[in-house]
């Protein structure tokens, strides 16, 4: 095996590994629509961090999470349903990042692999930062994983029981802006989601308790990284899409067992 | 015997709506107070608003010294992909698998610790919801709707069950309710609420008052047949003007 082929795998169970828990939160608070908005917003990130000439990563943490609060201004208003709000913010972000990096003097950007993913142009480098990002978030989480789930249970229980709601739902902004930021070398921004709800939906059908789904879903997460990068290999097929395409594959297979209760 | 809380003076309007109009009422130690009144009353804004889960516009409430609140919400929707067991769900209150054990005991329904959450019956999950509150070792026990799903036995042994623990701990329980005749037996105070408080005292008292006989309609005063009562409930609360929703 190559070199450059090793360390795709390594990038890409970097970012499995955390897709189970974060994954699994994003499914019981049904969170997709707005992990896809997200997702799509840190195209919008990229260009911020070329145009101000700071870390790509960290200007999409940034966006990721000034999205998250004009959603929350939004939702004020109480005028729109949210899934609107977030057709909204997914799609303008989008075409406004794409229409940036245009406009970028002298840019030379790679469009395509910033949508789908370009996980066997990932550098040692990048590959570190995506397990130093994977253990904060796998940290946060396993450190906030009784008050996560408990507001996601009974938010307002939670609060009575003297849950610091705000704050912990801002933890898990922060995750998901995180793993945004490292699932975008991997899948690409459109295929983010995918990889967070697809291998937490199928953990669900073996899973008996909230913890065991957490880490199912990282399982059938890293076999689909798996499946992706030998289908890549073999076929030659793009990497992200094959990715998301395995994960899918394993749900489908998953369908055929009856789901745990 | 002590104060648990004073609230004084409450208002709240969401929007161009009245919620609530100049509210008060005190809960002492010990002591259960249940608020009736018809749909759209504002008695869980009220409720919210003691837990300090909502700001009223004006007035305030005053907790004398500070206590632990356990409180039963009016219902539990936890969504199918989520892997829960009634351990796993009290575990969130209290880690303590003992404590998890016996709170459950305590509520009656021992046999169900390691039974999914999304499995439960109506009467079941307000059982493991009241456990969930008692695990707090509360001095102030809220109870929204606490019997809301429950058949008409199982109402009677939930308030039964609701009485016991208080006789047993000595905290005091606020509680909301739209029957008078079934907490009758199992309240101290009541206060009837539509809005702004039409009467309280007694049950015994309220129900014989006539601001009571208003709100709710005579033949709901003097109706026993609790299956009936919801939709003359509705009926009366048509009769005097009030909006529902």
Redesign the interface.
């Known amino acids: 095996m190559t070199d450059f082929l090793l360390l795709a795998l390594l990038a890409g169970l970097g970012v499995a590994l955390v897709s189970g828990p974060l994954g699994a939160f994003v499914v019981w608070r049904r969170m997709a629509y707005f992990g896809d908005t997200l997702a799509h917003s840190a195209l919008l990130g990229i260009a911020a961090g070329l145009w101000l000439s700071i870390a790509p990563g960290l200007a999409v943490i940034l966006i990721c999470l000034l999205i998250a609060l004009g959603l929350l201004a939004l939702q004020r208003q109480h005028t729109l349903a949210t899934d609107t709000l977030l057709g909204i913010l997914s799609h303008s972000s989008l075409a406004l990042g794409i229409i940036a990096m245009y406009l970028i003097p002298g840019a030379r950007v790679d469009l395509e692999a910033l949508l789908f993913g370009d996980l066997l142009a990932v550098t040692p480098l990048e590959t570190l930062g995506i397990w130093v990002a994977a253990g904060v978030v796998l940290a946060l989480i396993y450190r906030l994983w009784t008050p996560m789930l408990a507001i996601t249970v009974h938010e307002e229980l939670a609060r009575v029981e003297g849950i610091n709601v705000g704050w912990v739902k801002a933890a898990l902004m922060l995750t998901l802006a995180l793993v945004i930021a490292i699932a975008m070398k991997v899948v690409g921004v459109l295929l983010i989601t995918a990889l967070l709800v697809i291998p937490a939906a199928t953990a669900r059908r073996f899973a008996s308790s909230p913890s065991s789904m957490a880490m199912l879903g990282s399982v059938a997460g890293a076999l689909a990284v798996c499946l992706g990068v030998a289908a890549s290999w073999w076929w030659d097929t793009p990497m992200g899409p094959s990715i998301v395409l395995g994960a899918g594959l394993l749900f489908a297979a998953s369908l055929l067992r009856r789901q745990r209760a | 015997m002590t104060t648990l809380f004073n609230a004084r003076n409450l208002r709240l309007s969401l929007g161009d709506k009245l919620i609530l109009d100049d509210v008060s009422l005190d809960l002492l130690a010990g002591q259960i107070l249940t608020l009736i009144g018809p749909n759209g009353a504002g008695k869980t804004s009220l409720v919210?608003i003691i837990?300090?889960?909502l700001k009223p516009d004006a007035g305030n409430v005053v907790f004398p010294r500070p206590i632990r609140?356990g409180?039963m919400?009016q219902k539990?929707h936890?969504?199918t992909?989520?892997?829960?067991?009634v351990s796993?769900?009290l575990?969130?209150?209290d880690?303590n698998p003992e404590h998890c054990r016996n709170a459950l005991a305590r509520v009656e329904i021992p046999h169900l610790l390691e039974r999914?959450v999304?499995?439960l019956s109506g009467g079941e999950t307000q059982r493991v919801l009241l456990a969930?509150a008692l695990l707090?070792k509360p001095e102030l026990l809220?109870l929204d709707e606490p019997v809301q799903g429950v058949d008409i036995n199982g109402q009677e042994a939930l308030y039964r069950l609701i009485s016991l623990i208080r006789g047993e701990t000595g905290c005091g329980i606020l509680m909301v309710s739209h029957d008078l005749h079934l907490v009758m037996a199992a309240t101290d105070q009541v206060i009837c609420l539509n809005r702004h408080v039409c009467c309280h005292g007694t049950p015994e008292a309220v129900s014989a008052s006539p601001a009571y006989t208003e709100l709710f309609g005579v033949r709901t005063a003097l109706y026993t047949h609790r299956h009936d009562h919801q939709h003359d409930l509705h009926g009366g609360v048509e009769h005097c003007g009030g909006r529902h929703d």
């Open positions: 919210r837990l300090g889960l609140i409180y919400p539990l936890i969504d992909t989520l892997p829960l067991s796993g769900f575990a969130l209150a880690r999914p999304t499995a969930r707090r809220v």
